[in-house]
């Protein structure tokens, strides 16, 4: 059983930027695909950006194209997400995630693991 530990989270004013980690706990996932949910209060959990196991695809819904970036360090086990020019649309629990493959215009496939979740709040 994988776990994903994330952190980074926190409060920031609009424009700013925050940069989330996630790394997974008993096991290496440099063969799986990664990648960052989001929910916002009273809304779907929707996928973020996500990654390749090597890094050569990635995906981002629109609203963050040009503004958050998706990175994994497999040697260190490591996902991130840059998440600059922040918009108060932005404020979401966001949640890091583990699966077999992505869809280039859809994210990741059906997650099997899952973090427990960082509060990121932009304030206007």
């Known amino acids: 059983q994988v776990q994903l530990v994330e952190s980074g989270g926190g409060l920031v004013q609009a424009g700013g930027s925050l940069r989330l980690s996630c790394a997974p706990s008993?096991?290496?996932?440099?063969?799986?695909?990664l990648g960052w949910f989001r929910q916002a209060p009273g809304k779907a959990r929707e996928c973020v950006a996500a990654?390749?196991?090597?890094?050569?695809?990635?995906y981002y819904v629109d609203n963050v194209k040009g503004r958050f970036t998706i990175s994994r360090d497999n040697a260190k086990n490591v996902v991130y997400l840059q998440m600059d020019s922040l918009k108060p649309e932005d404020t979401a629990v966001y949640y890091c995630?583990?699966?077999?493959?992505?869809?280039?215009?859809?994210?990741?496939?059906?997650?099997?693991?899952w973090g427990q979740g960082t509060q990121v709040t932009v304030s206007a």
């Open positions: 995630a583990a699966a077999r493959s992505l869809s280039t215009t859809a994210g990741l496939i059906s997650p099997f693991s």
């Open positions: 990654i390749s196991g090597t890094g050569r695809s990635t």
């Open positions: 008993g096991r290496t996932l440099s063969n799986y695909a």
